[in-house]
């Protein structure tokens, strides 16, 4: 949809349909292997790492590892997670799509010709620029909650009228639970500028092209009513990606935010996407984050939050923490009572989560095995199952209800063939689990 130039891969091939085109053959396995690795080599930001992984993928091809897969979607899975074998890079994405992808012409990754802009902005703007929701909750706490974040060049009027309407807030959270990052390395300077009086170094960005290193500053002018010396509460989850966390990592480094929520996706190495094939592209990385304070970054291990919450609990464990901090530094009596009153209803209207255990059974010659459903967000990535015995298990948490789910199993998804209980939704199948509020 917006082809090779974004920050990272978030809107892309989201609505193809998971449907193969058709059985891969060995001759196209074979080209789609050599352009990947050639793009690997060429472009990826460590040259040392593209080696490695380009002896990985050739040693699989060798030994037939490849050979039984005829499934787009499945091997380009297969691809993605044998060249994150070496290195871990969340950011390495090979993606399968039964349309053809159209030729394009060779350009610089994250950037946006001057003849696409138009249909971009137009884009971004039905997309209202990523904002999910504005709000201010009870107890005076401002929301802000971001799908991704796009170019102040496009997005800045509307950032600002956010940030200006929440301005009086005693508190903001800012919602990065589902945010899959930044299409713009200037969007997150852009948005922190609101939260510091003076300019300050966010991050420096290592580029492979030139060995060049770029340094991201907050600005010292914003349009509007910055926000200081005021609390911020950023939510986390394994869903929150590369520039989303580079927003929490860096506020959190400078002591300007609270990260409550579970670590996130571990992606610092940022790049666009490549068409390699008439049927599959790839993100590479070009890229490295650096932090000022801490000489490195979130890659492969996320950010870690001080409040180590389940991502369905972090909103109203925020919101009560805001409530909190305006009830203890506030003389007026009325609004105190009124926060204490809140603060109670939070307490005692929050959600109670149950645990559910899900097992896959066989599959022994698996190499990973997730689950995903309405517990998770449908997070592919998220929940990883181990093996016990004859059986892919894991336990973790949901809330009381229907659950509905499906196994990931190397890439390729299933329901669950020992769970005879399903419900269809449109052209999918899912298998259904029930947690009784009492259990």
Known sequence: MMKNRIWLPLLAFQLLSLASFAQLTKVQRDQTIDSVLKVVTERYVFPDMAKKMEAYVRKQQAAKAYDAITDGQQFAARLTQDLRTINNDKHINIEYSPEAIPPEEERELMTIPPAEKEGYAQMMKHLNYGIRKVDVLKGNIGYLDFEFMCSPEFAGDTYAAAMNYLAHTGALIIDLRNCGGSMSPDAIPFLCSYFFENPVHLVDWYWRKNNAVKQAWTYSYVSGKKYLDKPIYILTSNKTFSGAEEMAYD??????????????????????????????????????????????????????????????????????????????????????????????????????????????????????????????????????????????????????????????????????PDNTATETNGPNTDSVKFISKDF
Not at 287 to 313: C, F, H, M, R, Y
Not at 362 to 368: L, S, Y
């Open 251 to 416: 506020l959190q480094n400078l002591k300007r935010a609270t990260i409550i929520g579970q670590p996130s996706g571990g992606g610092a190495n940022p790049g666009g996407f490549l068409r390699v094939t008439d049927h599959f592209r790839m993100f590479v990385p070009i890229g490295q984050a650096i932090s000022p304070i801490t000489k490195t970054n979130w890659e492969g291990v996320g950010v870690k939050p001080d409040t180590l919450i389940n991502t369905k609990l972090a909103l109203t464990k925020a919101h009560m923490m805001g409530i909190t901090h305006t009830m203890n530094t506030t003389d007026i009596q009325p609004w105190k009572e009124a926060l204490q009153n809140w603060l109670k209803e939070l307490e005692n209207t929050k959600l109670v989560l149950k645990p559910i255990t899900f097992e896959l059974k066989d599959f022994p010659n698996a190499k990973e095995v997730y689950v995903a459903g309405s517990f998770n967000e449908w997070n592919a990535g998220s929940h990883k199952m181990q093996r016990k015995g004859n059986s892919w298990v894991l336990t973790t948490e949901a809330e009381p209800g229907k659950v509905v789910y499906k196994f990931i199993v190397d890439g390729k998804w299933i329901t669950d």
